[in-house]
T-cell receptor, first 114, second 116 residues
């Protein structure tokens, strides 16, 4: 079975500050890991994904995430927040016996203050 | 190119009615997924198709929910005898071949269903 925990349903940062959104997962096999972003009234958009290989993954809009197997984590970071980063972020895990389907966390709403 | 489209964008119905939600995937995508997103929650898997067949329908909550994809492209999610608890945003996604789930799923904007 697979599951995802996102710590903090709301995160607020000032513009220019570091963004850190936390994601921990449980998986019985090496997972595929994803971060999606959802802007108001829009569909989910993929930010980045980890499948195999390099554990530090770079995505769009300056985001990156690091797969840490020992910590079962896949935290999302961005060095400097921009106002346009305000959105809801979802971590998701896939693979194992549940080919294709993704398990999503509950989401983290990111607010960026000017 | 066109992304995943879903119609209608909003649907308001009365308790007990039947509704159909439509999804047009990205052309050439063989895998199609339905998820449901309730307020304050992440998307919850319902069903996915590989081609015309439902490869996994274990997420459908009960037998009031049914989905089809007769020609391997457009899919329709059907809900009978709707209940207030069915109110949610229904998301559709598509991807290229399953490949063990490593491929990106492209999501549509969703259909917001409200059952009064």
């Amino acid at each position: 079975a697979q599951s995802v925990t996102q710590l903090g349903s709301h995160v607020s940062v000032s513009e220019g500050a570091l963004v850190l959104l936390r994601c921990n997962y449980s998986s019985s096999v090496p997972p595929y890991l994803f971060w999606y972003v959802q802007y108001p009234n829009q569909g989910l958009q993929l930010l980045l994904k980890y499948t195999t290989g390099a554990t530090l993954v770079k995505g769009i809009n300056g985001f990156e995430a690091e797969f840490k197997k020992s910590e079962t984590s896949f935290h999302l970071t961005k060095p400097s927040a921009h106002m346009s980063d305000a959105a809801e972020y979802f971590c998701a895990v896939g693979r194992g016996s549940t080919l294709g389907r993704l398990y999503f966390g509950r989401g983290t709403q990111l607010t960026v203050w000017p | 190119g066109a992304g995943v489209s879903q119609t209608p964008s909003n649907k308001v119905t009365e308790k007990g009615k039947y509704v159909e939600l439509r999804c047009d995937p990205i052309s050439g995508h063989t895998a199609l997924y339905w998820y449901r997103q309730s307020l304050g929650q992440g998307p919850e898997f319902l069903i996915y198709f590989q081609g015309t067949g439902a490869a996994d329908d274990s997420g459908l909550p009960n037998d009031r929910f049914f989905a089809v994809r007769p020609e391997g492209s457009v899919s329709t999610l059907k809900i009978q005898r709707t209940e207030r608890g069915d109110s949610a945003v229904y998301l559709c996604a598509s991807s290229t071949e399953l490949a063990g789930g490593r491929n990106e799923q492209f999501f549509g904007p969703g259909t917001r269903l409200t059952v009064l």
